[in-house]
T-cell receptor, first 115, second 113 residues
Framework: DTGVSQDPRHKITKRGQNVTFRCDPI?????LYWYRQTLGQGPEFLTY????????KSRLLSDRFSAERPKGSFSTLEIQRTEQGDSAMYLC?????????????FGPGTRLTVL | AQSVTQPDIHITVSEGASLELRCNYS??????LFWYVQSPGQGLQLLLK??????LVQGIKGFEAEFKRSQSSFNLRKPSVHWSDAAEYFC???????????FGAGTTVTVRA
């Protein structure tokens, strides 16, 4: 078990550019969550998948954001036409959806800076 | 919808002293409660969790937490802190079938020698 991994760890981009982040969950986990964390705040839920199905999206996830989990394994989060307000840490977590075993384990995060 | 309040933004404690971090939650039914720790620039590490059963739960690194339904609280404690415990601590509540987590704003712990 290598844990949840995220790539890249850091991304600096200019306003208006598109960026894509990748998350590889713990291999046997069927649920995958994305959160966003701004400076001095706790993480906020963005969206989650059960296998390849995206089951919920937060109102924080504007039309510029899209997430996929095509084969129920890794996931990508894309932000189009980035804005300075998108600067944050993007955290991915995975879990096994089964009663009290649904404990989310987090990756190291991708820190996005939009100039 | 559920929510979490961590009343203390910053706590400074001497090495070897005890530590208690407060967490209050709001949720109509039985919540699932978690404490995570985050070092600067890193992701979140799970310290402990409560789903049901014994209201005093033990976690990693010598931490424990007690669920008190009457007070809607899930406070984190450690009898003797080490310099390596300096970090930011987040309380979170999960609920419903989606188990999505709602986090508090966090408490930053500074350990002085």
């Amino acid at each position: 078990d290598t844990g949840v991994s995220q790539d890249p760890r850091h991304k600096i981009t200019k306003r208006g550019q598109n960026v894509t982040f990748r998350c590889d969950p713990i291999s046997e986990h069927n649920r995958l969550y994305w959160y966003r964390q701004t400076l001095g705040q706790g993480p906020e839920f963005l969206t989650y998948f059960q296998n390849e199905a995206q089951l919920e999206k937060s109102r924080l996830l504007s039309d510029r954001f899209s997430a996929e989990r095509p084969k129920g394994s890794f996931s990508t989060l894309e932000i189009q036409r980035t804005e300075q307000g998108d600067s944050a840490m993007y955290l991915c977590a995975s879990s096994w959806e089964s009663g009290n075993r649904n404990t989310q384990y987090f990756g190291p995060g991708t820190r996005l800076t939009v100039l | 919808a559920q929510s979490v309040t961590q009343p203390d933004i910053h706590i400074t404690v001497s090495e070897g002293a005890s530590l208690e971090l407060r967490c209050n939650y709001s949720y109509g039914a039985t919540p699932y409660l978690f404490w995570y720790v985050q070092s600067p620039g890193q992701g979140l590490q799970l310290l402990l969790k409560y789903f049901s059963g014994d209201t005093l739960v033990q976690g990693i690194k010598g931490f424990e937490a007690e669920f008190k339904r009457s007070q809607s609280s899930f406070n984190l404690r450690k009898p003797s802190v080490h310099w390596s415990d300096a970090a930011e601590y987040f309380c979170a509540v999960g609920a419903g079938n989606d188990y999505k987590l709602s986090f508090g704003a966090g408490t930053t712990v500074t350990v002085r020698a």
